[in-house]
């Protein structure tokens, strides 16, 4: 496995409970890229967009394995994962986001999710810390969320307890096919042999050197940067996450706000800005206007792996034995225990899930130029 983020160590966690020697290499501290800096939500039903039907699919098939995943993850490790059911709030504060909020429940409800629309009245007897202005909201009560700072400690637990070994700060620089296995290289010049390989090293999966033209997925950075608050964790501000335009809000069980999060195609530049956060705290305060007394705990910046159509990669390579799990964008956390079903299905020989072949890498190898 190169890569230690969720989707690493679940597809390990996965294979070691299957019988299987799996060893992890990571370039930094598992979990502390995209995860660490992840909201943490199972938004599989508001995510939902027009012309993305399989990817509805994959999203409700993982959301729906959450739940046991997570009692699972927690019996393994004794730590608890933070997950929460209390649902997600897409809120309107404005006439023109209420005509595309109506808009958009309309074609939710046309795909058959399951989804709700509240009135005000409904919307601040549930969250009164909501402005005035709130209008209506779709409630989508399944979409719930998880802590990723607290799966990530869960995962090593659970993998360790499983027998996968984790090597953190071993940076993968060049992968090679040696007859039937595998062989990777790492920085500090030692190397890894095995039957199997797989990349799931999320925004640097590109770069790894010795993968074919057509084994080299393409992912990108995508920086997002958040802001963490701190509530009173016995009178919350916030109880549910809610969605507005353009940021989001999760709330911890300890009394930590999420407020996230911006895309941005920067690279590998990390840096806070002063637009970004402004971005996020004014859309934050029309929708909560208490939080401009919360203080705040930390400012947060990730570097999410986006693949050029957006949809995660998932799967088998054209090399024997070679396998991926990157390209998540803002869904790592939700499509992890997906993640780990469909990579160990082609590595243990298993049907793959109904639809799965439409996440493989391949699919870039397929495109077909549009004639003018």
Same mark, same amino acid.
């Given at each position: 496995?190169?890569?230690?983020?969720?989707?690493?160590?679940?597809?390990?966690?996965?294979?070691?409970?299957?019988?299987?020697?799996?060893?992890?290499?990571?370039?930094?501290?598992?979990?502390?890229?995209?995860?660490?800096?992840?909201?943490?939500?199972?938004?599989?039903?508001?995510?939902?967009?027009?012309?993305?039907?399989?990817?509805?699919?994959?999203?409700?098939?993982?959301?729906?394995?959450?739940?046991?995943? $997570?009692?699972?993850?927690?019996?393994?490790?004794?730590?608890?994962?933070?997950?929460?059911?209390?649902?997600?709030?897409?809120?309107?504060?404005?006439?023109?986001?209420?005509?595309?909020?109506?808009?958009?429940?309309?074609?939710?409800?046309?795909?058959?999710?399951?989804?709700?629309?509240?009135?005000?009245?409904?919307?601040?007897?549930?969250?009164?810390?909501?402005?005035?202005?709130?209008?209506?909201?779709?409630?989508?009560?399944?979409?719930?969320?998880?802590?990723?700072?607290?799966?990530?400690?869960?995962?090593?637990?659970?993998?360790?307890?499983?027998?996968?070994?984790?090597?953190?700060?071993?940076?993968?620089?060049?992968?090679?096919?040696?007859?039937?296995?595998?062989?990777?290289?790492?920085?500090?010049?030692?190397?890894?042999?095995?039957?199997?390989?797989?990349?799931?090293?999320?925004?640097?999966?590109?770069?790894?050197?010795?993968?074919?033209?057509?084994?080299?997925?393409?992912?990108?950075?995508?920086?997002?940067?958040?802001?963490?608050?701190?509530?009173?964790?016995?009178?919350?501000?916030?109880?549910?996450?809610?969605?507005?335009?353009?940021?989001?809000?999760?709330?911890?069980?300890?009394?930590?706000?999420?407020?996230?999060?911006?895309?941005?195609?920067?690279?590998?530049?990390?840096?806070?800005?002063?637009?970004?956060?402004?971005?996020?705290?004014?859309?934050?305060?029309?929708?909560?206007?208490?939080?401009?007394?919360?203080?705040?705990?930390?400012?947060?910046?990730?570097?999410?792996?986006?693949?050029?159509?957006?949809?995660?990669?998932?799967?088998?390579?054209?090399?024997?034995?070679?396998?991926?799990?990157?390209?998540?964008?803002?869904?790592?956390?939700?499509? #992890?225990?997906?993640? #780990?079903?469909?990579?160990?299905?082609?590595?243990?020989?298993?049907?793959?899930?109904?639809?799965? $072949?439409?996440?493989?890498?391949?699919?870039?190898?397929?495109?077909?130029?549009?004639?003018?």
């Amino acid at each position: 496995m190169v890569g230690a983020g969720i989707c690493g160590l679940a597809v390990a966690w996965r294979l070691a409970d299957a019988g299987l020697r799996v060893r992890v290499v990571d370039r930094g501290a598992p979990g502390r890229e995209a995860t660490w800096a992840a909201g943490g939500m199972l938004a599989a039903t508001l995510e939902a967009e027009p012309g993305e039907e399989g990817m509805v699919a994959l999203a409700r098939w993982s959301q729906g394995l959450w739940p046991g995943w $997570a009692a699972r993850l927690a019996a393994a490790s004794g730590i608890d994962i933070g997950y929460r059911g209390d649902g997600t709030l897409q809120v309107a504060t404005t006439r023109d986001e209420l005509a595309a909020l109506r808009h958009r429940h309309a074609f939710l409800t046309r795909l058959g999710l399951p989804v709700e629309w509240w009135d005000g009245g409904r919307l601040r007897g549930d969250e009164p810390g909501l402005s005035p202005d709130a209008l209506a909201a779709i409630a989508s009560p399944g979409d719930h969320q998880v802590d990723p700072r607290a799966v990530v400690p869960a995962l090593l637990a659970a993998c360790a307890a499983a027998g996968v070994e984790v090597s953190p700060r071993r940076a993968v620089t060049a992968v090679r096919r040696d007859g039937a296995a595998w062989t990777a290289t790492c920085a500090d010049g030692s190397g890894e042999g095995a039957d199997a390989l797989v990349v799931a090293a999320g925004s640097w999966s590109a770069s790894i050197d010795g993968l074919a033209p057509a084994d080299r997925p393409p992912v990108r950075p995508a920086k997002g940067q958040a802001v963490v608050l701190k509530m009173d964790p016995a009178a919350p501000l916030v109880r549910h996450v809610i969605w507005g335009a353009g940021v989001y809000l999760v709330p911890r069980a300890d009394g930590r706000l999420y407020v996230g999060a911006t895309v941005e195609d920067r690279g590998f530049d990390r840096a806070p800005t002063a637009g970004g956060l402004l971005s996020l705290l004014e859309g934050a305060w029309r929708l909560v206007p208490g939080l401009e007394e919360l203080a705040v705990a930390e400012l947060v910046t990730g570097l999410r792996p986006r693949s050029r159509d957006d949809l995660p990669i998932v799967g088998p390579g054209a090399a024997p034995g070679l396998h991926f799990a990157t390209g998540h964008h803002r869904n790592g956390i939700l499509l #992890a225990p997906a993640t #780990a079903e469909i990579v160990a299905a082609g590595i243990l020989g298993g049907t793959p899930p109904v639809g799965a $072949a439409a996440f493989a890498l391949d699919r870039f190898t397929k495109e077909v130029a549009t004639p003018r």
